[in-house]
C-alpha cells in the first residue's frame, strides 16, 4: 500500500470511529449541515485528528470532506483549539475519541511516522544503487579508454 493510499485509509478510520462516537450516519462528517452538536464539532476532532495522524495538508484534508479550498479547516482548527483550553467536556470527548483513534491505527499498524521512514529508505536505497551503476558504468568506461 502506497503513502497516499494509507493516509487515505487512516482518514477514513477516523471517520468512521467519529461517526459511531457521536451516532452519525455514514459521511455525517461530509455533510453541509452547521449544527454544532452533530456536525461542526465532529468535523472540528476529524480535522485535528486526520492533521495530526494522516499527514496530509489541510486542503487535502479540505478536499476529503467536500470543500473547495482550506479556510474552513483553519477555522475549525482555531476553534478546536479554542474550546479544547476553555471547554472540559469538549477537552473530555476529544480525549476519549483520541484514545480510540490511536486503538484502531495501532491494531490496523498504520503508523504515518514508520510507513513515510519505510518510503524514504526505499527511495534512499535506489538511488544508492543507482550511483553504483553509475560508477560501475564510468569504471568501465575509464578502464577500456
Known amino acids: 500500500m502506497k503513502v497516499y ?3 487515505l485509509r487512516i482518514l477514513k478510520i477516523i471517520e468512521d470511529n467519529i461517526e459511531v462516537f457521536f451516532d452519525l450516519e455514514s459521511g455525517g462528517v461530509k455533510t453541509k449541515s ?6 461542526v464539532i465532529p468535523r472540528q476532532f476529524y480535522f485535528k485528528l486526520g492533521k495530526e495522524y494522516s ?8 478536499s476529503s470532506v467536500g ?26 470527548e476529544f480525549d476519549e475519541i483520541h484514545r480510540i483513534i490511536e486503538l ?42
Open 67 to 92: 470543500l473547495e479550498n482550506h479556510a474552513t479547516v483553519i477555522n475549525a482548527l482555531k476553534k478546536f483549539e479554542s474550546y479544547y483550553e476553555t471547554d472540559r467536556y469538549y477537552r473530555e
Open 55 to 62: 499527514g496530509l495538508s489541510l486542503l487535502s484534508l479540505a
Open 34 to 39: 452547521r449544527k454544532r452538536d452533530k456536525v
Open 104 to 145: 484502531e491505527l495501532t491494531k490496523e499498524n498504520l503508523d504515518l511516522e514508520q510507513i513515510l521512514h519505510d518510503e524514504f529508505v526505499k527511495t534512499v536505497n535506489k538511488k544508492i544503487k543507482d550511483l553504483q551503476g553509475l560508477l560501475e558504468n564510468r569504471s568501465k568506461l575509464i578502464s577500456n579508454n
Open 5 to 7: 493510499e494509507k493516509q
